[in-house]
């Protein structure tokens, strides 16, 4: 069965700051891996999506995120964050077996302070 | 393009009575379709998903049920509402692969039992 950690509820951080936040999945096949954005009473965004090939992969909003398998881990990450960044963000994993299936993470809320 | 609606976008309901949530998709043909909820401080879970018409699979036992009465149409019920089933529901299709594609979400339903 697959289980998704992240590892920080809330993360605070200074406009123009890097930020990264983590997320470290458990699985027995391969996976599929999944970033989205939540803002305040609405859906969720598709920041960006690990399949395969390439372990670093570029989203949306210049987010990027690395998969390593050997850590088990697909952290995500931004150089500079804007105050528009602020947001929840949230980890999923599926895999073939899943038929579709995201399994969240609790999410990680970002906050962006002037 | 492929859009997703869902209401209402909120809900105000005493203990103890009914509930229906419906959600349709547009411009895509037998989507896989979920329901997740998300309580404060819990993250996403997956209660709900379908394959096709008729099909559903429940991932928690729960006081809701859901049907699928037409291939692009999900609705989310129960006969009689608990305090603890408050929360933001989300609506979510994706496409008909083994699990290398991300979901699309609604807007979301915030519901708070009475």
């Known amino acids: 069965a697959q289980s998704v950690t992240q590892l920080d509820s809330q993360v605070p951080v200074f406009e123009e700051a890097p930020v990264e936040l983590r997320c470290n999945y458990s699985s027995s096949v391969s996976v599929y891996l999944f970033w989205y954005v939540q803002y305040p009473n609405q859906g969720l965004q598709l920041l960006l999506k690990?399949?395969?090939?390439?372990?670093l992969v570029k989203g949306i909003n210049g987010f990027e995120a690395e998969f390593n398998k050997s850590q088990t881990s697909f952290h995500l990450r931004k150089p500079s964050v804007h105050i528009s960044d602020t947001a929840e963000y949230f980890c999923?994993?599926?895999?073939?077996?899943?038929?579709?299936?995201?399994?969240f993470g609790r999410g990680t809320q970002l906050t962006v302070w002037p | 393009s492929q859009t997703i609606h869902q209401w209402p976008a909120t809900l105000v309901q005493p203990v103890g009575s009914p509930l229906s949530l419906e959600c349709t998709v547009e411009?895509?043909?037998?989507?896989?379709l979920y329901w997740y909820r998300q309580a404060a401080g819990r993250g996403l879970q997956l209660l709900f998903y379908?394959?096709?018409?008729?099909?559903i699979s429940s991932e928690v036992p729960q006081n809701l049920s859901a049907s699928r009465p037409q291939d692009r149409q999900f609705i989310l019920s129960s006969k009689k509402l608990l305090l603890s089933d408050s929360g933001f529901y989300l609506c979510a299709w994706s496409v008909p692969l083994g699990g290398n594609t991300e979901a699309f979400f609604g807007q979301g339903t915030r519901l708070t039992v009475v």
């Open positions: 411009g895509t043909s037998n989507p896989n």
């Open positions: 690990y399949l395969s090939g390439s372990t």
């Open positions: 999923a994993v599926s895999d073939r077996s899943t038929l579709g299936r995201l399994y």
């Open positions: 379908s394959v096709g018409i008729g099909q």
